[in-house]
């Protein structure tokens, strides 16, 4: 009886003791190099149902070793199901040489309604310093060297120049395509020899012809012109402002006229292969360029004979 009783004290005693914790401090080397830094590893094993209170560190352990940077915590695997193990490194550094013993590092975990503190344990390091030799003469101070040039640093510039570069060839580009339409513009014709408007159409007629400016590619510039020449013989022959009308509205005033019965849709034909051109981008054969302008000859000829009739007819009336 009194051996059971013993045994059932003892079992009491066990069932009093604080749960398994174990925590230890490690590094990848325990030797480090002044100002050198290395991985100082933090690392505790508990049972499942604890919970532990991590240690909330500054930015330095004890007088001789200070914390550069720190790791998050990581919970890793361990072969029995019954425990979590955690582990948080720290880059550290020392700019004393010695030998050192690392202060342990507290911390808390609750086991039931229990707080129970434990802590890390010491961890002593050695420090060394690079071995200067006394016997030498004292060098110099080295001057700033030379770090060179990388292609990231000209690439700013680099696209700098490209865009003024293309700049300046979209302002060429601009100016000489402008200049080009100031010399296509202007149909020369002297004052002096302009007595009526069939006469200046016949003579700015002529010098399109003779230039011919299909030949040279500038489609578009030549039948521009003859258009222009016939919306200026309309205007100085019957007073009527067409040059800012477009082709349909020339053709709705020229309907309600009367004068596309005396050319014969002629003028409809002419808009519209002209249209074609200047909208369109439509190529015309030669002799479709040659057929425009004998037609717009035939067309200013048949317009003035009607015109000259009118005048004769209104000449007779008044008489």
């Not at 830094?37 to 004890?62: K, M």
């Not at 039931?112 to 060394?128: N, R």
């Not at 640093?153 to 339409?181: A, D, H, M, N, Y």
């Not at 020449?229 to 082709?247: C, H, K, Q």
């Amino acid at each position: 009886m009194k051996k059971v009783g013993i045994f059932i004290f003892i079992l009491a005693l066990f069932a009093q003791l604080p749960a398994q914790v174990e925590a230890n401090l490690r590094m990848n080397k325990d030797t480090l190099w002044l100002g050198s830094p290395d991985t100082l590893w933090l690392e505790l094993e508990q049972e499942r149902n604890l919970t532990v209170i991590w240690p909330l560190l500054s930015d330095s352990l004890g007088p001789h070793l200070e914390i550069l940077s720190k790791t998050p915590l990581d919970t890793l695997a361990t072969n029995d199901s019954n425990t979590l193990r955690y582990r948080q490194g720290m880059q550290v550094v020392s700019y004393d040489s010695g030998a050192w013993v690392l202060p342990t590092i507290p911390f808390q975990y609750l086991d039931k309604q229990d707080t129970i503190f434990a802590e890390f344990p010491e961890k002593s390091i050695v420090v060394l310093a690079p071995a200067v030799d006394l016997s030498k003469d004292i060098r110099g101070i080295e001057g700033v060297l030379d770090p060179g040039y990388h292609w990231m640093e000209w690439l700013p510039w680099l696209l700098l120049s490209l865009g003024l570069i293309t700049l300046c060839v979209f302002v060429v580009k601009w100016w000489l395509r402008r200049k080009q339409k100031q010399k296509e513009i202007p149909v020369p014709i002297p004052q002096e020899e302009l007595v009526n408007p069939l006469e200046e159409a016949l003579a700015s007629l002529e010098i399109i012809r003779k230039r011919a400016d299909w030949k040279q590619g500038k489609v578009k510039a030549y039948y521009s012109d003859l258009v222009d020449l016939m919306r200026r013989y309309i205007e100085r022959s019957y007073g009527v402002e067409v040059s800012e009308m477009t082709s349909a509205e020339w053709l709705s005033w020229w309907q309600r006229s009367g004068l596309a019965k005396q050319d014969g849709g002629k003028l409809k034909q002419l808009l519209q292969l002209a249209d074609m051109v200047k909208f369109a981008k439509q190529n015309p054969t030669d002799q479709e360029h040659l057929w425009m302008v004998e037609t717009i000859n035939a067309w200013l000829l048949i317009l003035e004979k009607e015109k000259q009739a009118s005048s004769n007819q209104d000449l007779e009336e008044k008489e």
